[in-house]
């Protein structure tokens, strides 16, 4: 067949599916822990949101969106992240009117990137965003949080890395010291870079090239540049995080690839994971409701790639639980068996266990292969003895031992027997 999953897309498989059961498991855990609502916004939205919210020199607006025209000739956008969407939706329903209002996400998203081992063109995202304070303890919460899923999944060792984009107010000194920084080295900086040069400056720093990273290295850093109230800001994110011994090192070079970033941005990395080594990041971005045309509302926020946290987990070899297996394998023998065994099989169902049976209509010989194969705890056989005794022979498909008992009385029995009883 030649029609194929688009470039950069994936199907997830049958045998793949427990691993996201347990990660958006974990997820929807530690937002309940945390106390972040679930929202669920379109997969589009007009292109104009995120023009205007991830900014329109970012990598993301320039190259990397799915746009599409509608049939009234409106421009749309694929969603190619969840921070612009999450404040347009809050904007629009009065959300965060006066108190915290504490968000989360679980999705997919797409971009036209180059595909490559921790990148596509669809992936998935579990965000938090944290809307209605300045304070730098809701940047620690994001932040512990983010850690904390980690954590449940199973994963530790990460790296922790924090920066300061500083405001409004002092970052434009910066950007001007960059500028006229790199302009001194703009024969040795890649052609990517000389263009940032003029259009996005900070994002010189995060640049991948080996010649860039080098010069970056020397660049003047934002802490000479931060104002009285981004310091303290960072100061405090700082001591909050100590307070709970949260790990984290500063890393002046993270800018992240979104224009809406004010004071706080974070990575969690992994070098296992090669180039691309972010398992997540986020930030602080009080300016972004106002950008998009609604009222200031300071915020925060984080998305967690994943592909990439399922990746980290496959390769530090951690065991992803797999979902329940059967508990009951039900064997028929004849047509009359047969529809004893379909009642039998609604009944256990009705009651909560997982069971299965023969549609193909299968012998003796396969169907209890067919037992074996699906891992099921127990068979229940239904024979022509059985029907004559209105009864069901029971066998643990462990031990092998098996025995009669009265139709009426599988359900307990088997109930008895999957926690770990006896037969009688
Ligand atoms: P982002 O850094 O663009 O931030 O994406 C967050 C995470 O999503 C990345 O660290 C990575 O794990 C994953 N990711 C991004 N692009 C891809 C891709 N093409 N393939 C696979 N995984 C990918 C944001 O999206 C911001 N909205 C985060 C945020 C929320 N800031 C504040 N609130």
Not at 72 to 78: P, Q, V, Y
Not at 196 to 214: A, Y
Not at 362 to 386: F, P, T, Y
Request: glycine content about 8%; proline content about 4%.
């Amino acid at each position: 067949m030649d029609i194929k999953a688009p470039r950069g897309t994936y199907d997830i498989l049958p045998d793949q599916a427990h691993k996201w059961h347990y990660v958006e498991k974990c997820a929807h855990k530690t937002a309940a822990l945390y106390g972040y609502r679930e929202i669920r916004t379109p997969v589009f939205e007009q292109t104009e949101l995120f023009v205007r919210g991830i900014g329109e020199y970012t990598d993301i607006v320039k190259k990397e969106m799915y746009v599409f025209k509608d049939k009234k000739g409106r421009s749309m956008t694929l969603r190619p992240e969840g921070t612009a969407t999450v404040v347009r939706a809050c904007l629009e329903h009065n959300l965060a009117q006066s108190s915290l209002t504490k968000l989360y996400y679980i999705g997919p998203f797409m971009r036209y990137e180059r595909p490559q081992a921790g990148r596509y063109r669809q992936f998935h995202q579990f965000g938090f965003e944290a809307l209605g304070s300045r304070l730098p303890s809701l940047d620690a919460e994001i932040i512990q949080a983010t850690f904390d899923f980690f954590i449940s999944l199973g994963l530790k060792d990460l790296q922790v890395e924090i920066n300061s984009l500083g405001c409004r107010e002092c970052r434009p000194a910066y950007k001007e010291a960059l500028v006229t920084f790199f302009n001194g080295k703009a024969e040795e900086l890649c052609s990517e870079c000389n263009n940032r040069l003029t259009q996005n400056p900070l994002r010189i720093l995060d640049c991948k090239s080996k010649n860039c990273r080098e010069i970056s290295h020397v660049a003047p850093s934002i802490f000479g540049y931060l104002c009285g109230e981004c310091k303290s800001h960072f100061t405090k994110l700082q001591e909050y995080l100590e307070s709970v011994k949260l790990p984290f090192s500063i890393n002046p070079l993270i800018v992240r690839g979104l224009d809406y970033y004010t004071k706080t941005v974070f990575e969690i990395i992994s070098n296992e994971l090669g180039s691309q080594d972010a398992l997540c990041g986020g930030g602080r971005y009080d300016q972004l409701a106002e950008e998009i045309g609604g009222k200031s509302i300071p915020a925060v926020g984080v998305a967690i790639g994943l592909e990439r946290s399922i990746s980290i987990l496959e390769k530090r070899g951690i065991v992803i639980p797999t979902d329940a297996d059967l508990d009951v394998y039900l064997v028929a023998l004849g047509d009359e068996s047969d529809l004893v065994v379909h009642s039998l099989q609604k009944d256990l169902r009705d009651s909560g266990f997982r069971v299965e049976r023969d549609y193909i209509g299968k012998g003796l010989k396969n169907q209890m292969k067919d037992a074996h194969r699906s891992n099921a705890k127990l068979a229940a056989i239904v024979g022509a003895d059985e029907l004559k005794s209105k009864s069901v022979t029971l066998k643990d498909m462990k031990t092998g031992e098996q025995k009669m008992h009265p139709v009426k009385s599988v359900i307990e029995i088997v109930k008895k027997r999957l926690e770990g009883g006896s037969w009688s």
